[in-house]
């Protein structure tokens, strides 16, 4: 893989780690605050977490450790399917947080999701604003992962050549070493067009010298 292709990989893998640490990390901190009276005696405070506020924020965050290890599993077009997987996740992690810093707290499903009785009441619900804030910046940074990995997509086809199975390897050094040969017995010396530097090396690993003539060729030494 290029080095062009490798830097955005690993921007992304970067970019997605931190989202899905902030997704988690908001997950677990309280994002509404719910205090309850049932007549019968002191009212009652209750937390709501993130993972009950906005049930999806766990299984997301979980998507995206998983689009991880996708990056450095798949290849081609396929890197751009986890791409367009991870914009869905950030923006379905970021809906209900932006609701909550946007929007006032609505009792009617505090109380529900509080599992309130019937008898109780609603005396308060209060947001508390930064777990949803640190959901919104865990989408933004799985936005910029996911532009991360389109850019490693265009600049290389998915893993690097050396992680292609050993068949694949030595049909690609076949390659590379009968072109260098023709390149070579008709003088031309110039192998750059038709054999990437990848599969050289790759000749050169199999053991094979890509500049060696062909034994089997047409002997050009008797020619004048």
């Known amino acids: 893989m290029s080095t062009s292709a490798r830097r955005p990989l690993a921007a992304a893998v970067l970019l997605l780690a931190l989202a899905a640490v902030a997704l988690w ?20 405070s209750q937390s709501l977490v993130g993972a009950t506020w906005a049930a ?30 991870v914009v869905i996740v950030a923006v379905a ?16 499903r505090a109380a529900a999701l509080a599992e309130l009785p019937d008898r109780a009441e609603v005396v308060s619900a209060d947001a508390s604003r930064w777990p949803a804030a640190l959901a919104v910046l865990g989408s933004l940074a799985a936005l910029a992962g996911a532009v991360a990995i389109a850019r490693a997509a265009r600049g290389a086809r998915g893993l690097s050549a050396r992680y292609d199975a050993p068949a694949v390897r030595r049909a690609r050094a076949e390659q590379a070493s009968a072109t260098a040969v023709t390149a070579a017995t008709d ?30 060729g047409p002997d050009r030494g008797s020619e004048r």
Request: net charge negative; glycine share 10%; no cysteine.
């Open 25 to 44: 990390a908001s997950s677990r901190a309280t994002w509404v605050q719910v205090v309850s009276s049932d007549g019968l005696g002191e009212p009652r």
């Open 56 to 85: 999806a924020t766990t299984p997301l965050a979980l998507v995206l450790v998983a689009a991880v290890a996708a990056v450095f599993a798949v290849r081609g077009r396929w890197t751009l399917l986890v791409a367009a997987a």
């Open 93 to 108: 992690a970021a809906v209900p947080a932006v609701g909550l810093l946007v929007t006032a707290v609505d009792p009617g």
């Open 187 to 216: 003088g031309s010396g110039d192998v750059s067009g038709d054999v990437s530097e990848r599969a050289l090396w790759d000749a050169l690993d199999a053991g094979q010298d890509p500049t060696a003539p062909d034994p089997s």
